[in-house]
């Protein structure tokens, strides 16, 4: 009998487990078959989505590798004449016709838009009609270029501020450089722009911001080149 009983015994936590085993695999067979009845009824809608992803990302590098990456090689191929010629100051000749059938940074940002390096012409004409006096032209170049990184941002703002300024637009001037003081921290840049901020907000009679911009440059940035003297500036105007 108590063979018998021992071979009747059974565990609870088997029995349950043994119900979820068969639960689960009644629940898998389910879905399989629901599964293969929504591909069916579905079939040429997923493939469709399928081919369309395939095509979308086979096109992405396509374009790419293809045909943007050497154009924008191309392109910085033709600009190096111009660079050259604008690290002489010929800001004339690179803007528009460096020579030796190179072409210049305004041709170059027209003909290999889209690219990285047709991007950077853009910002190169803006420098060379600023120099030029074109200040407009100057100013649709750098409004239509595209910044990025740790230091380009903050060119860019300080670009436009010294447009802005040789427009009399004091202003929109001013809103520029403390945009550039603020955009990205940079140790050269962001007194450089500060201690602009802080001349011209004197000059517009507003001396709450040129002294608050130059105490800045004196707490952060005291070893600077714009801090090295910017005391004397908080000196006069805590007089």
Request: net charge negative; hydrophobic share 35%.
């Amino acid at each position: 009998m108590a063979k018998g009983y021992r071979a009747s015994k059974v565990n609870p936590q088997n029995t349950v487990r043994g119900n979820q085993a068969d639960e689960t695999i009644i629940d898998l067979s389910e879905v399989k078959t629901s599964a293969e009845h929504y591909y069916g009824a579905h079939k040429n809608t997923i493939l469709g989505i399928a081919g369309g992803l395939i095509l979308l990302v086979g096109g992405y590098f396509a374009y790419k590798f293809l045909y943007s990456e050497p154009r924008n090689k191309e392109a910085l191929e033709q600009m190096y004449q111009a660079e050259f010629l604008f690290e002489k100051d010929s800001f004339e000749m690179a803007l528009n016709n460096p020579g030796a059938g190179f072409p210049g940074f305004k041709e170059i940002s027209e003909n290999y838009s889209g690219t990285d390096a047709g991007n950077l012409a853009k910002y190169y004409a803006a420098i060379c009609n600023l120099k030029l006096g074109n200040y407009q032209e100057a100013k649709d170049f750098i409004s239509s270029y595209k910044a990025s990184g740790n230091i380009m941002p903050i060119m860019k703002e300080g670009i436009t501020g010294d447009i802005q300024a040789e427009m009399n637009d004091f202003e929109g001037a001013r809103d520029s450089y403390k945009k550039a003081s603020k955009v990205v921290e940079n140790d050269f840049l962001t007194p450089f722009y500060l201690k602009k901020l802080g001349l011209l907000s004197e000059k517009l009679g507003d001396n709450s911001t040129a002294l608050e911009a130059y105490k800045e440059i004196k707490n952060k940035y005291p070893e600077s080149p714009d801090g090295n003297n910017i005391e004397k500036f908080i000196i006069a105007l805590e007089k």
